[in-house]
């Protein structure tokens, strides 16, 4: 997708104050507006004002939209990083996945996905629900834990300029939580109106990146590399788990590409997923003269074409 400079398009500062902002949105739309502009193109630039304007004049929108950095030019190729809103709390504001449709797919793509998950609305004089995406390891998700959470919530200043506000958490996370869960933090939302309940926070789980382990739901994936004789000849191996380490039974004759399954150490739940070793040969490097050796000996040992299959 395209990446749009919305400072640019309303020809004003990434420091500037929501009142400045307003201003420069102002001056531009009746100058561009379809009905009054003899611009060619006014329609067009209209639109583009109107997005501009929608993000840039909601706190939240504009935080959100600033996270992604500033090196970026309007036109350039642009894919938001994964997980890039993690740690942002959101009230909900007028993030609804109707208007989100409407604009570019940079807007969509930043924001459709919130206004899909702000399910949760404020109730008659209760504060409004906010909404987070956090991190937790994968391990957490095995064992449970305790972990302080910090989260940043966008807001305006006196000066009218946008600013972080920061909080910390104590949230256990429970065992067996899968990534896209959401855990209710009552009364940790927005303050009610008079007398009114405060709103709830609603945590979005999503794990940490790892090195070894791949999700999906409660199961669990790990590449398990071989050395060819294990593989040939069967062998016992150590193998990780997100929880400590275990040995597996490798059968002889085994391909690569073959999957191994170890039903109910995925993710604990009822069920449980399941772990599965997806086998991968490792060839260890033909570096010195007794290593040539063995594979010119393993060359003339086997009557072996890998592609025998291929035909043409």
């Known amino acids: 997708m395209k990446f749009h400079d919305y400072y640019e398009t309303l020809g004003v500062a990434r ?18 507006h379809p009905d009054v502009s003899k611009v060619a193109d006014a329609e ?41 809103d993690a740690g942002f709390e959101f009230s909900g504001g007028d993030f609804d996945a ?41 391990k957490d998700a095995y064992q449970g834990a305790q972990r302080s959470i910090s989260l940043r919530m966008p807001i305006t200043d006196e000066q009218g300029h946008l600013v972080l506000q920061q909080r910390t958490l104590e949230v256990v996370i429970p065992k067996g939580i899968r990534a896209g869960q959401h855990l209710r933090l009552a009364g940790q939302g927005g303050p009610g109106a008079g007398a009114g309940p405060a709103g709830d926070l609603y945590l979005e789980i999503e794990f940490n990146p790892h090195p070894l382990f791949r ?20 062998a016992s191996v150590t193998m990780p788990t997100p929880v400590g380490s275990i040995q597996l039974t490798i059968p002889s004759g085994s391909a690569a590409g073959r999957q191994l399954r170890l039903k109910g150490r ?38 072996f074409n890998p592609r025998a299959h291929l035909k043409g």
């Open 15 to 32: 420091t500037a104050s929501q009142d400045e902002i307003k201003s420069a949105y102002r001056k531009l739309a009746r100058k561009f």
């Open 44 to 84: 067009a630039r209209f639109k583009e004002l109107g997005e501009a304007y929608a993000v840039l004049k909601d706190p939240e929108k504009r935080a959100a939209y600033d996270q992604i950095g500033s090196e970026l030019k309007t036109g350039q190729e642009f894919q938001p990083p994964p997980d890039w």
């Open 98 to 138: 109707h208007t989100a449709a409407e604009h570019s797919d940079l807007f969509e793509a930043l924001f459709g996905a919130r206004a899909r998950g702000a399910a949760h609305r404020p109730r008659q004089q209760a504060g409004r629900d906010h909404h987070a995406k956090v991190l937790i390891d994968l």
């Open 215 to 234: 999700v999906d739901g409660r199961d669990v994936f790990l590449d398990l590399p071989l050395a060819p004789w294990e593989a040939a000849l069967g």
């Open 266 to 303: 995925g993710i604990p739940g009822p069920p449980p997923g399941d772990l599965y070793a997806q086998l991968k040969i490792a060839l260890p490097p033909a570096e010195s003269e007794a290593a040539r050796a063995a594979y010119q000996a393993m060359a003339l040992a086997f009557d």
